[in-house]
């Protein structure tokens, strides 16, 4: 007999009573009925109930033991009686009677419970990652995760592409976010950078002839973590195509990306391939507020400006009047909420930094509210049938500079749909957003600057950047959204060396900055690039959708908390003085918190 199992916790069943079998796993749960002892015994793949009584020599130390011991069994496989069985396990028609047990490694108390799934603190989860990894939920998120992206691989295979290996040690990018730097020992005061993403390379290999490339990356980047972002490293489906334009990335790219999410929905919708919707960038900021909206939410935004240029709400005819503009969201079959509903809306805009949010009501076709008493009836009658709203639907509304109008709404439009529970939960709604602006001006270094990514071809292409207003000028760039949150982003690459220098001159470098930041990618060009795009898509925000996950720790191994510490095996952490003489560095500490390291 194997030294610590013939089965698995999930493998025995009614075929295997009678049998002699020995098992190991962890002490998940013990109850003690009066001389009977029943322990659910859990490994990787399932549970299996042991029972021990009188006539059990395991009995006694099976009693003493601490949950989550490891502990071997030797028992009969016997099946439950009709009234015992337990239909929600896979081991549930039989248990196994202990008739020997040994102690493979006894735990100490616990710092926190693994079974039951309660909540406990972040720290102590994290400080104790290997016991929160043993909790049902996340064990099994974690696996989906392997499984999701083996998923992904096949089919990318499948779709012709190959996987290649970027480096990890690499230079500096400007990819929107600051860089790790790790410094060279042999070559004293340089550094390299860990990857923000590795858009050079994947470039320089459709230059180099690969044709079709992806990759499971590692990506690094220096950044305040967000629920939907960890700070540090993340990981996404990276690819590039040769010789393609951006509506056959987005053919070739449906099949994997719904696929992938049909074969994890659990029977949820999700939106078939090749139809995906392509909405305008410029008509998601009006219809929706943001660039990665929520489309199970059926509430749309309108623009309503022209209604308020002469009107008797002299608020909203001052703000059209200084080149504002008026956003309107549907909050449908109102009647029969109190006042309090859009009072309580107008005090959570408040509460998010806007200066309030308005509102309409409507009962039997009767409005309500100051707008449209100083607005006036016939007016308000109007704007409704122009809205097709009906007799019994409240209006809410965001006046004011056009990106501060558009980002309320925006977030409106997701509370109204939460507060009024019209979001259709059981659907993975797909969508591509198309052509992003290929720059945007900074107000703070009133300056232009690229809106997204830096290596994107402009449309119109050199003659674009030489003849138009730039903030005119639109990207073949793309993101793919599903359900409020982006989970790729993607575009047709700039291959032309003469364009490649045009678009950053725009943003204040010179072609000898352009050589010196990008010589890589710039010498390429000149030796004959092939027209190319790709994408990447955010494997972890792929996951947390369909775990159903509200935080991305949730789906990661062993993540850092929000102080971008690893708990568990005390990163970062102070260097020794031998390792930083090494790397000839000295560590200077801020000022006030005492000395440096030399």
Known sequence: MHAYRTHTCAQLGQSH?????????????????????????????????????????????????????????????????????????????????????????????????????????????????????????????????????????????????????????????????????????????????????????????????????????????????????????????????????????????????????EAFAEGRYVTPAGSFPRIPHAESMLKYGTDKPDLRNPLVISDVSQHFEQSGFGLFEKIVGGGGVVRVIPAPNTADKSRKFFDDMNDWARKEGFAGLGYVTRKQGEFGGPIAKNHGPERMAQLYAELGLGDDDGLFFAAGKEADAAKLAGAARIRVGEELDLIDRSRFELAWIIDFPFYEYDEETKSVEFSHNPFSMPQGELEALETQDPLTIKAYQYDLVCNGYEIASGSIRNHKPETMVKAFEITGLSQADVEERFGGLYRAFRYGAPPHGGMAAGVDRVVMLLCDAKNLREITLFPMNQKAEDLLMGAPSVAEPKQLRELHMRVVQPAGSGTGQG
């Open 17 to 261: 009573v009678g049998e002699e079998v020995r098992l190991s796993g962890w002490v998940h749960k013990k109850r003690d009925h009066g001389g009977v002892l029943f322990v659910d015994l859990r490994d990787h793949y399932g549970m299996t109930q042991i029972v021990a009584d009188a006539d059990s020599p395991a009995l006694p130390l099976l009693e003493g033991l601490r949950l989550e011991s490891v502990v071997t069994i030797d028992g009969v496989v016997k099946a439950r009686s009709e009234g015992t069985v337990n239909a929600s396990l896979s081991t549930g028609a039989i248990e196994v009677f202990a008739r020997a047990a040994v102690i493979q490694s006894a735990a100490d108390e616990l710092p926190l419970p693994v079974a039951g799934e309660q909540e406990y603190p972040e720290d102590i989860r994290l400080r104790y990652r290997f016991l929160d990894l043993r909790r049902e939920t996340l064990h099994a998120n974690i696996m989906k995760r392997t499984q999701i992206i083996a998923d992904m691989r096949a089919r990318m295979g499948a779709a012709g592409f190959t996987e290649f290996s970027t480096p990890i040690l690499t230079a500096s990018s400007p990819e929107g976010a600051r860089d790790f730097l790790v410094p060279s020992r042999i070559h004293a005061g340089k550094f390299y950078a860990l990857p923000q993403a590795p858009q050079q390379y994947k470039q320089l290999l459709m230059v180099a002839g690969f044709d079709r490339y992806f990759q499971i990356a590692p990506c690094f980047r220096d950044e305040d973590p967000r629920a939907d972002r960890l700070p540090g490293e993340f990981y996404q489906l990276d690819l590039e195509m040769s010789f393609v334009t951006q509506e056959e990335v987005w053919d070739t790219m449906e099949p994997v990306m719904a696929g992938t999410f």
